[in-house]
């Protein structure tokens, strides 16, 4: 009884081992591949369950996958054809089309096709790149380079039955050096701007200095030159009313002058001078001085003559640089009248009304 119950179930483990062998199952991710002997028979691609001669010894499957693949490259060193560098980051999806030449050409394993992709992808990136100057790379040629980088792997990965979907560049950054010379050459290019308008600041400013100054030297020189014309005048009106006076009147005239000439010396009231009485310093002190009497006969004084002053120019101060004229100074007497450089020198009041308040 035990016999016959131990040949059952070794009769229904082989009729199970059997069943199972002979089925596999192909799920929609994937393709299988049938081999006989080592001799592809026959191809699935389509999902579903099928049925094999049973055992592994006659009918092996190998799975191969049927979805979208991708592969990534990050930090690749390209060069373009100016001699920059670039690190670029990209991907590349690929789908196996052909299981049979897969099999042959790859013996169906994705670790073998991995590195060859890569291999190839990077080769072509560096040729696309090296096709172009440096700023293509980054300008609206993108779309093109990724399609002439598409065209020119397919033949080589159609080879190995698998045909190329797209690639797509998803960075493209200057290397570390080419950073550093491009910031030197931006900041050079900077510092080279800025010195320049420097330069031409420097040299308007110097421009304008100079005319400035030049400007005030010439009215300096102009207010001086009135101011002596003024001052000459004066000092010339003055000596002909002292003149006059001294020929009208001789005895008021010495009077004036020790008049002034005490002024002068006692202006520091702690002054002390030792000198004889008798002195004709002191003839208009004490008692027997006497105060000379007014004269009234004076004669017409002379009329002052206008002052000459040289005529102005209407040429602008600073040669049309922008800068306003400067308005010409006045003068101011010591009466408060303002007095243009232009304008003639009044005559001073007549003496007359002035002499009779003396003998008063």
């Not at 990136?125 to 300008?139: D, H, I, K, W």
């Not at 002195?279 to 206008?306: D, H, K, N, V």
Request: no cysteine; glycine share 6%; charged share 25%.
């Amino acid at each position: 009884m035990s016999n016959r119950l131990f040949i059952i179930g070794a009769v229904i483990l082989a009729a199970l081992y059997v069943l199972f062998s002979s089925i596999y199952v192909v799920n929609e991710r994937e393709q299988a591949i049938v081999m006989r002997f080592g001799q592809i028979t026959d191809v699935r691609s389509e999902p579903g369950l099928y049925f094999k001669i049973p055992t592994d010894i006659v009918d092996t499957v190998q799975i191969i996958e049927d979805r979208l693949l991708r592969q990534d490259i990050s930090d690749l060193r390209v060069q373009v054809s100016g001699g920059a560098f670039y690190e670029v980051d990209a991907f590349i999806t690929y789908k196996i089309v052909n299981p049979r030449l897969f099999r042959v050409a790859a013996l169906g394993q994705l670790s073998v096709v991995e590195d060859r992709v890569a291999t190839r992808f990077a080769a072509v990136l560096r040729q696309v790149y090296g096709l172009r100057e440096f700023n293509a790379a980054l300008s609206e040629q993108r779309p093109q380079m990724m399609r002439e980088a598409a065209d020119a792997i397919r033949p080589d990965l159609a080879e190995l039955g698998i045909d190329v979907v797209d690639v797509r560049i998803l960075r493209t950054d200057l290397s570390a050096d080419v950073y550093e010379q491009t910031y030197n050459r931006m900041r050079a290019e900077r510092l080279a701007e800025a010195a320049l308008l420097r330069a031409r600041g420097q040299e308007q400013a110097q421009s304008l200095r100079a005319i400035a100054e030049r400007q005030a030297v010439e009215i300096v020189a102009a207010a001086t030159r009135d101011a002596e014309i003024l001052r000459g005048t004066g000092d010339a009106e003055r000596n002909r009313i002292f003149a006059a006076a001294y020929g009208q009147d001789m005895e008021f005239f010495e009077f004036y002058r020790s008049m002034e000439s005490y002024r002068t010396a006692l202006a520091n009231g702690g002054t002390t001078m030792v000198l004889s009485p008798d002195s004709a310093f002191f003839r208009y002190f004490g008692s027997s001085g006497e105060l000379p009497a007014a004269s009234t006969t004076f004669a017409p004084p002379i009329q002052p003559q206008t002052a000459p002053l040289p005529s102005t120019t209407d040429e602008p101060a600073l040669d049309g640089l922008g800068i306003e004229e400067t308005v010409v100074p006045t003068l101011t007497l010591e009466d408060g009248t303002q007095l243009e450089p232009t304008q003639g020198i009044e005559a001073p009041a007549p003496v007359e009304d002035a002499a009779p308040a003396v003998g008063q």
